[in-house]
C-alpha cells in the first residue's frame, strides 16, 4: 500500500506577509449598514508565496496520483492579533476566513481523506487554539472529511510513526551550527522513548521557525533505530521581529515536504525554495 503526506506549516493568514488566497473574499459594513464583499489585495510576497504553496500542492497531488494523501499543517494558520503590526485584519473572522480559503483546495482533491491541524502559538491562534478549531470545523463541514485539531499527534500511517508539534529546535545560530540543536533534541526524543521501552517514532515533524532543516540520526543497541527531524518552512515573509530575531539572515525560505510512504518504508521529499532577500544597488 502506498500513501503520501502532504506537511506544511506557519501560513499565518492575516498578516500582509501571511498566506493569501487570491479568491478569498470578505465582508465590511457599507455606508448604509449592509455587507459588501470585497477582496483584499495581496502584496507581492503573498503572490510569491501563493504560486510556491499552489505548485507544490499540485506536485504532491501529482505525486500521489490516485493514492491515498493525507495533510498535516504543523501550526499558526493564522496571525493572531497579540502582534497586530502588518496585520490586514486583525478580525478574527477575517484571519479564520483566509486560513480556511488556503487550506480548502487540499482536501477538494477526492483522494485527500485526512487533515491534521497542529495547535501553533498561543499569540498567534487568538488562544486556546481558537483559530484551528474554527477552521477545522469550517473545513469538516464543506467536505465531510476527516479534520482534527490536534495539539501533539503520535500518528502511525502505513506503518511509520509521526511525532507532530509545533515548537521544537531552533535552526542553529550559526552556518557551521546548522542542525546541531536538531540532532540534539532528535537524540532526546528517541532516547527518551528507548528508555520507556518504545521505538522511537521515525519521522518528527517540528514548524515555528520557519526554515527547513532535516536531520537524520541512528541509535545503536539490541535493535537499531533510525528517526528523521524535520523543521518545516513557512509561507510568511519576513517580519520586522523575525529580521531582528535571527540577526538578519539574508535569505528567507518557502515551502512544504512531501512524504512517501509505501510497504512500511518512507521517502522524503522537500519542496523548498530560498529567497534573496537583500536588495542589489550599484552607486
Known amino acids: 500500500m502506498r500513501q503520501i503526506v502532504g506537511i506544511s506549516a506557519d501560513i499565518h493568514s492575516g498578516h500582509k506577509l501571511g498566506l493569501l488566497n487570491p479568491d478569498t473574499t470578505?465582508?465590511?459594513?457599507g455606508p448604509d449598514g449592509e455587507e459588501v464583499p470585497y477582496?483584499?489585495?495581496p502584496t507581492e510576497t503573498q503572490q510569491i508565496t501563493w504560486v510556491e504553496y499552489s505548485t507544490n500542492m499540485g506536485l504532491i497531488r501529482e505525486m500521489a496520483a490516485g493514492d491515498d494523501l493525507i495533510v498535516l499543517h504543523a501550526g499558526d494558520v493564522t496571525w493572531g492579533n497579540r502582534h497586530p503590526e502588518g496585520s490586514i485584519t486583525t478580525r478574527m473572522a477575517d484571519q479564520v476566513l483566509m486560513a480556511y480559503d488556503c487550506l480548502l483546495p487540499w482536501l477538494q482533491y477526492q483522494n485527500?481523506?485526512?487533515m491534521r491541524l497542529v495547535s501553533g502559538t498561543g499569540a498567534h491562534d487568538f488562544g486556546e487554539?481558537?483559530?484551528d478549531l474554527l477552521?477545522?470545523?469550517m473545513l469538516k463541514n464543506q467536505t465531510e472529511k476527516d479534520v482534527r485539531v490536534v495539539g501533539h499527534?503520535?500518528?502511525e500511517i502505513g506503518g511509520v510513526t509521526f511525532d507532530v508539534a509545533h515548537h521544537?529546535?531552533?535552526p542553529g545560530s550559526r552556518s557551521w551550527l546548522h542542525g546541531n540543536v536538531a540532532?540534539?533534541?532528535l537524540r532526546d526524543v528517541m532516547e527518551r522513548a528507548i528508555h520507556q521501552g518504545q521505538d522511537p517514532p521515525q519521522l518528527v515533524i517540528r514548524g515555528h521557525y520557519h526554515c527547513y532543516v532535516h536531520e537524520t540520526l541512528t541509535i545503536r543497541g539490541y535493535k537499531d533505530w533510525t528517526s528523521h527531524l524535520i523543521v518545516l518552512p513557512s509561507y510568511c515573509g519576513f517580519t520586522n521581529f523575525a529580521r531582528q530575531a535571527t540577526k538578519s539572515v539574508s535569505c528567507i525560505e518557502f515551502g512544504s515536504v512531501a512524504v512517501e510512504i509505501c510497504d512500511g518504508k518512507l521517502e522524503i521529499v522537500p519542496l523548498v525554495k530560498s529567497f534573496d532577500m537583500r536588495r542589489r544597488e550599484s552607486l
Open 135 to 137: 477552521v477545522a470545523k
Open 129 to 131: 487554539s481558537s483559530a
Open 168 to 170: 521544537g529546535p531552533p
Open 112 to 114: 485527500t481523506q485526512h
Open 153 to 155: 499527534s503520535l500518528l
Open 26 to 29: 470578505l465582508w465590511q459594513e
Open 39 to 41: 477582496k483584499p489585495n
Open 183 to 185: 540532532r540534539y533534541y
